[in-house]
């Protein structure tokens, strides 16, 4: 009777001892999740493209809210264009070089908060040209097995330069601002790019995760002098930084 429950026993611990073998060797090989991906652009191929945009804007004795009679003109005008070499499939390389264009003019303007406060604006505008260099990295994520559409990540490292000019007043009144400013920023910026046909596709991306350290150095009516340095970190989406472009894949 004691023989046999001490057989029963070690028998029990021998199969245990089995179960945790197995348990640790299936650990140690690791959960592979089978997941498939495919080649959405080939190693070798270039890849070319541009975002163009244009904005204008006219008000003629427009009313909004506390500001009345705005007679103002304005317009905005940026060209992005873009070249990138896939040096392993699915992962590119290369940089972007940007330019953008501002003009704002405020010919009359009264801003009137109530009846006893307000204020006249004329004869101001400001005009600011910016120009960067950007360089890339990209990884394009394949959707199964699909041709023509795919998801990408951007990893992006930009250098920009401006210069800005804000002249108020006329005659006598006149007072003029120049500014330099100069921005670093390091992002990440997903996208989605969708092929029309074999070369050509339409790329829509959106900014997310972000690094940004500016620095800012003017003179007003060549007399006085102020600097400003500002740095910001994004974590969060951000929907009014949506880009969309054309791009030829060569």
């Known amino acids: 009777m004691i023989w046999n429950l001490f057989m029963n026993k070690i028998k029990q611990l021998i199969i245990a001892g ?3 073998f197995s348990s640790s060797a299936a650990t ?3 959960f592979v999740r089978k997941i498939e991906q495919h080649t959405f652009v080939p190693k070798g191929q270039w890849i070319v493209g541009t975002n163009v945009s244009f904005s204008e804007s006219n008000d003629r004795n427009y009313t909004f809210l506390v500001l009345e009679g705005m007679n103002t003109d304005g317009y905005t005008f940026k060209v992005s264009p873009m ?4 040096f392993k499939d699915n992962i590119s390389a290369g940089g972007r070089f940007s330019y953008k264009r501002s003009l704002n003019k405020i010919t009359s303007m009264n801003i009137n908060i109530d009846d006893e406060t307000g204020f006249d604006i004329e004869n101001l505008y ?5 120009y960067g260099a950007t360089g890339l990295l990209r990884n394009y994520i394949s959707l199964g097995s699909n041709r023509r559409f795919a998801l990408y990540n951007e990893v992006q490292i930009t250098m920009e330069n401006g210069q800005s000019k804000l002249v108020s007043g006329e005659g006598d009144q006149l007072t003029g601002t120049y500014q330099k400013s100069t921005q670093l920023s390091i992002g990440l910026s997903p996208g989605l790019v969708a092929f029309v046909n074999n070369f050509m596709a339409v790329e829509v ?3 997310v995760l972000g690094l940004n350290f500016n620095k800012v150095r003017q003179t007003t009516d060549q007399v006085y002098i102020g600097e400003s340095s500002y740095n910001s970190a994004n974590f969060k989406i951000n929907l009014f930084s949506i880009g969309l472009g054309v791009a030829f894949y060569l």
């Open 18 to 20: 089995i179960l945790v």
């Open 28 to 30: 140690a090989q690791g």
């Open 83 to 86: 070249l990138a070499y896939t």
């Open 126 to 130: 400001s005009l600011s040209h910016t």
């Open 205 to 207: 991306s959106v900014g």
